[in-house]
């Protein structure tokens, strides 16, 4: 595939690894099949750590498509700003996904709010671990998390003697969406509302809405 300079372009993914003992592994490899080797270091810390293997795979998945669009965009991919990780946050819902059929005139596909929330948490587990490894800068990680103090608490939840669980870390890239089992309700039933909110867990700083296709 041609990149509009002409230059053929170069991408990640997920592919099934096999070794000799024929132990099957996940990795992510570029174009010419070379690992990217932080990203199976840390799928190999998941298997180590007792993880799924469909967790591995999903995780290997998502990953891909973080450098993937770190290499698109010519981002540093152990280096990227706050501002950055938001871009893509949005870029995640407004592009289209890759076809699964050959066929024209195929539907065209996007991701959901949820799911961008769920590729951005892989990220964010990455690049925490990988900063653990000293393969990427502490100031990228800080900027991931943010505290927040929960004033509704889900049933169940311990706050602590002096409340001290109730400052948690929330992430700072996240959509708001729905939970399952609330009603959203108008402003005729604020409380409900506001419970609902606290349940969300969402962070201050919001991905604004993505842009009508």
Known sequence: MLGRSGVAERHYRAERAVAADESVSWVVVDENLELHVEACAYLAGLRGAGRAFNTEKTYAGRI?????YCRGH?????????PQLMAMMRWLVEEPMPSRSRKPGAAVRYRSEGTANAIMG?????????????????TVVNTLTQPKFLRYLPAGFD?????QHRTIMARTIKYRVA????????????????RAWAMSSAPATQCPPPAPR
Do not use: N
Not at 64 to 68: F, H
Not at 122 to 138: D, K, M, R
Not at 159 to 163: F, R
């Open 64 to 68: 891909a498509v973080y450098l993937l």
């Open 74 to 82: 010519g981002l540093d991919w152990a280096g990227p700003s706050l």
């Open 122 to 138: 892989t990220v964010g587990e990455f690049l925490s671990w990988c900063s653990l490894q000293g393969w990427v800068p502490p």
């Open 159 to 163: 706050p602590g003697e002096d409340g």
């Open 179 to 194: 939970i399952p089992g609330y009603e959203w309700l108008g402003s005729s039933s604020p409380a409900t509302c506001a």
